[in-house]
């Protein structure tokens, strides 16, 4: 029964996908529309097969993930632990929420030009880029969950016996772990996007720069690819990944409604 | 198990909105004997659950001292249980390992843990739900988890801060009666903290009566045991005594 009905979900949701790709099937050479302007499907999916074959495709998609998963755990090595410690302290964390809250907020691409004088071209702008979108995220909610753990649960833990490390590692981490996890969705949905803006100005591979060196050239139909791969990539992160990920913490452990 | 005696204690805030100082508890002084079972009744505001926090170790006293087995206490500790009005169980733990809590923060190795926990789950009846999470469980459930978990890591006193006022009252009857069973068999030393008159008389050996942070009366209670709410309902000496409980309380 579980099983026919996430079945059945998952062809509602490709079913629009599959309409929309029927309309480009035909529309397109109906119209004739310029291949400068718009690709044929049939060309976007033969640029797809050779771009598997040359290995370009390939190593563009590689650079990209790399720069996400370096950044990301360097955020969140950083940022747990943090949040953590700020959230023990009230005062600390009612004198940090603001500014992490604004840095939260202040989209990752405004990061870019000061990341490259930093940093130069390349590697490390880019994984700074990253690393500030899902770093301020994740300390703000970080420190969010853990100032949300009711006063009597960590009373009930400290008359148990637990000192300071048991407390750490059985209370203020789980107890902080569904808000964690939420704002690793959200900020890898913010450096996802911000991944692609800055390989279009501070880099020569990734898919960002895969798109924006193939407009150089008219080859709408690599720019069309690399709109589909990149949007494709985040769909399968983010389903198959990180909404698992939330559902197995929140759901389970009934968090949702806790204030 | 071990006694608990609380000697002059006081409790003094500062007051933000009045800007003077507020004086909670004046000059306390109370003993429980080794697995006794004492109930403290009073009116919201006359400062009994400051007492028990001031006990548990979650704030600190103004004057006077509370001693475990003679000895004094410094802040929240193995040897005080404590079971919550909110329940405050871990939602990220099953029922096992959150009754498993307090031995494993001793040392226990998971084996030896587990079997304890399993142990103190057979008491409240609570086996069905071993590997269940909190949220799943009914409020009168999760209160009886709560309590095993408190009596599981084997401490010298039981703290219940009014830990049957958020559930229903024909659950809360139930985990009265239960309370007085488990009681009876382990025998452990217990302050019970409460605004419900009836509640205090049907568990309690001894109810003192506290009043706008002083102690009023301490009368004490000699109905038999075990005790059950269909025999104490029409019981004349359970009438006398909640009544004459309750006077106090109202003249409070």
């Known amino acids: ?259 | 198990m071990k006694s608990l005696t609380i000697r002059n204690l006081s409790k003094t805030y500062f007051d933000l909105y009045a800007g003077t100082n507020h004086t909670a508890i004046h000059d306390v002084s109370l003993e429980v004997a080794e697995g006794d079972f004492v109930a403290v009744v009073g009116p919201s505001g006359c400062g009994k659950s400051t007492i028990l926090n001031m006990i548990a170790g979650f704030i600190p006293l103004s004057g006077g001292e509370i001693l475990v087995g003679g000895r004094p206490v410094k802040g929240p500790g193995p040897d005080r249980g404590v079971v919550f009005q909110s329940f405050a169980l871990f939602p990220w733990k099953t029922v096992l390992e959150n009754v498993a809590f307090g031995p494993k923060m001793r040392g226990v190795g998971k084996a030896e843990r587990e079997a304890i926990a399993r142990e103190y789950l057979a008491l409240a009846k609570l086996t069905e739900a071993a590997n269940r999470y909190p949220n799943e469980l009914s409020g009168g459930m999760q209160q009886r988890v709560g309590v095993v978990r408190a009596l599981a890591n084997n401490p010298d006193v039981l703290l219940m801060d009014e830990p049957f006022a958020s559930v229903d009252a024909q659950t809360r009857m139930t985990l009265q009666e239960e309370l007085t069973r488990i009681w009876q068999e382990k025998r452990p030393t217990v302050l019970f903290i409460t605004h419900d008159v009836g509640e205090a008389v049907f568990l309690a050996n001894r109810v003192v009566v506290l009043s706008k942070g002083r102690v009023l009366d301490d009368i004490g209670i000699d109905l038999p045991r075990p005790r059950s709410w269909d025999a104490l309902n029409e019981d004349a000496d359970f009438k006398a005594l909640s009544n004459r409980v309750l006077q106090l309380v109202r003249s409070a």
């Open chain 1, 1 to 259: 029964m579980r099983s026919r009905q996430r079945f059945l979900s998952g062809l509602l949701f490709l079913l629009p996908f599959a309409v929309l790709l029927v309309l480009w099937a035909v529309l397109v050479p109906w119209f004739d529309v310029n291949p400068r302007l718009f690709p044929r499907l049939s060309a976007v999916a033969e640029a797809g097969v050779e771009s598997v074959r040359d290995g370009t495709l390939v190593g563009h998609i590689g650079a990209s993930l790399l720069r996400v998963l370096v950044g990301t755990v360097l955020a969140l090595v950083v940022a747990v632990p943090l949040g953590i410690a700020m959230g023990v302290s009230p005062v600390v964390s009612i004198f940090l929420t603001p500014l992490f809250r604004f840095f939260s907020v202040l989209a990752g691409i405004a990061w870019i030009p000061i990341a490259t004088l930093w940093f130069g071209y390349g590697f490390g702008a880019i994984t700074f880029v990253i690393f500030n979108a899902v770093f301020f995220i994740v300390t703000y909610n970080t420190l969010l969950g853990v100032s949300t753990i009711p006063p009597a649960v960590r009373n009930a833990a400290a008359s148990l016996g637990a000192g300071r490390w048991a407390m750490l590692t059985e209370v203020l981490l789980p107890g902080a772990l569904p808000n964690i996890v939420t704002g690793i969705r959200t900020g890898l949905g913010f450096a996802w996007r911000g991944l692609i803006a800055a390989e279009m100005i501070a880099t020569n591979v990734g898919l960002g720069y895969m798109l924006f060196v193939a407009r150089d050239f008219y080859r709408t139909e690599v720019i069309v690819l690399g709109m589909i791969v990149i949007g494709v990539l985040w769909l399968l992160l983010d389903r198959l990944l990180l909404a698992p990920l939330e559902r197995a913490t929140i759901e389970r452990w009934g968090m949702v409604q806790r204030a």
